[in-house]
């Protein structure tokens, strides 16, 4: 919903940690390879994915216990890098040979989906081999493009402010439910006279929460079938973003990308900053300090633009076993034992059986259901568009001027127009 801190960041992260060690674990459960039926009736699945190594040994738990109450279909699986996992998808795609099922993000539905390659998943719902009952907050329909249920959620998360919260309680800074963009920048100068401390990593990159802000204004990001805002609209943005680190309010980029792979909060650059809420234990291993979730500023003191999603499963068009395709991503969202086998690594889990059967011990985690939950009770939440083809291609766009502007090589008329440029053409098909 991972690209800004987008909704693959933390994937990203976690993959650099891999080793030729995540490769073999791989091999050992049957990496590539075609999917098929054997003498025996034993049907065969191919499932790929991208993370690390700790994602990697928790989904092979699930799925021995797959196998072991389908004794009849057997999982071959492949995880990659996410870049890794894209190329290597891409590939198989345009040689006909994609995974029968496979992790995806909203990002790439409309693509694929005209691309002919994601399976329409309605049909098996129909057939009572894959139940869409029991989702939090709307996720059920999550997946759904132009009446087609091509992805079905494992996970949520939702953007938030992750602060450092004795620095915020120093600055004398309470962020509360329902405050204004007024009242934040407010906040910042405050933690930056008080404090010492930018109040922000900075907002350049952060493209969902532009997004949100987009949404707060009757916009988004995008729309069924382009971009949903206009030139005129990313120059505000990002002429505020570099005055923002002008005034000391936001982090120095140069700064922050000397301090990276660590984060600006963590590293002591910025009191907070603006990220997926289950990332929050990132922070909490980098840093030495305690770190809590802040609510979304508003422009009317109501209105966040939020929504809940997140990682999903989606089947391959070619798949020669829809049935049991079905019946496995059936399993990964609605058996409670999976969800404590995987935790929150995916997200919080989407339905409210896993949700009840992972009861988190530690105070992040805890924070983190606590957050999920305070967004459905408060009725912020509302339905995301899904992206259209080219989404992923404009996302990395943006990413990637942004931080060249937030590094002083571009201008910010230079930024936007490049933006769009590259974004018209991705968008074009």
């Known amino acids: 919903m991972g690209t800004s801190r987008n909704v693959e960041r933390r994937t990203v992260l976690k993959a650099a940690g891999a080793t030729a060690v995540t490769l073999g674990l791989a091999a050992t459960t049957g990496c590539g390879g075609d999917s098929g039926t054997s003498s025996d009736g034993t049907v065969t699945i191919r499932y790929a994915w991208w993370g690390s190594e700790d994602r990697a040994e928790r989904i092979n738990k699930t799925i021995a216990l797959f196998e072991k109450k389908y004794p009849k279909i057997k999982v071959k699986t492949d995880f990659q890098p996410y870049l890794d996992f894209w190329k290597k998808f891409n590939t198989q795609a345009s040689g006909g040979n994609p995974p029968d099922v496979f992790q995806n993000a909203i990002g790439f539905l409309r693509k694929y989906d005209a691309k002919n390659v994601l399976l329409d998943l309605s049909e098996q719902v129909k057939a009572g081999n894959l139940s869409t009952e029991g989702f939090r907050a709307g996720l059920a329909t999550f997946g759904e493009v132009d009446g087609k249920l091509l992805g079905v959620p494992v996970g949520s998360n939702s953007m938030a402010l992750v602060i450092d919260k004795p620095v915020y309680t120093k600055a004398g800074v309470k962020p509360e439910q329902g405050w204004t963009w007024d009242d934040f920048h407010a906040a910042m100068a405050k933690i930056r006279d008080k404090t010492g401390r930018a109040g922000d990593s900075g907002m350049y990159g952060v493209m969902y929460l532009y997004d949100l802000y987009l949404r ?214």
């Open 216 to 429: 707060q204004n009757g916009k988004a990001f995008f729309k069924d079938d382009g971009l949903g805002f206009t030139e005129a609209d990313l120059t505000d943005w990002w002429t505020k973003a570099k005055q923002g680190v002008q005034d000391g309010i936001y982090a120095d980029a140069k700064k922050v990308a000397q301090v990276k792979p660590k984060s600006a909060v963590s590293a002591e650059l910025a009191a907070g900053e603006f990220t997926w809420d289950n990332f929050t234990v990132r922070y909490t291993s980098e840093g030495k300090s305690e770190y809590g979730l802040a609510p979304i500023p508003t422009t009317d003191g109501k209105k966040t633009g939020q929504y809940l999603g997140s990682l999903m499963l989606s089947g391959s068009k070619r798949t020669q076993h829809p049935k049991e395709v079905a019946q496995f991503i059936d399993f990964m969202v609605h058996e409670p034992e999976v969800a404590k086998i995987m935790g929150y690594d995916r997200g919080v889990p989407a339905t409210q059986a896993q949700f009840d059967a992972f009861k988190p011990t530690d105070e992040v985690n805890k924070s983190i259901a606590a957050y999920e939950e305070s967004l459905v009770a408060s009725g912020v939440l509302e339905p995301i568009t899904p992206h259209p083809n080219g989404a992923d291609i404009c996302e990395s766009a943006f990413l990637r001027i942004a931080e060249e502007l937030a590094l002083g090589t571009r201008s910010v008329d230079e930024a936007v127009k490049q933006f769009f440029t590259e974004s018209k053409t991705a968008l074009a098909g």
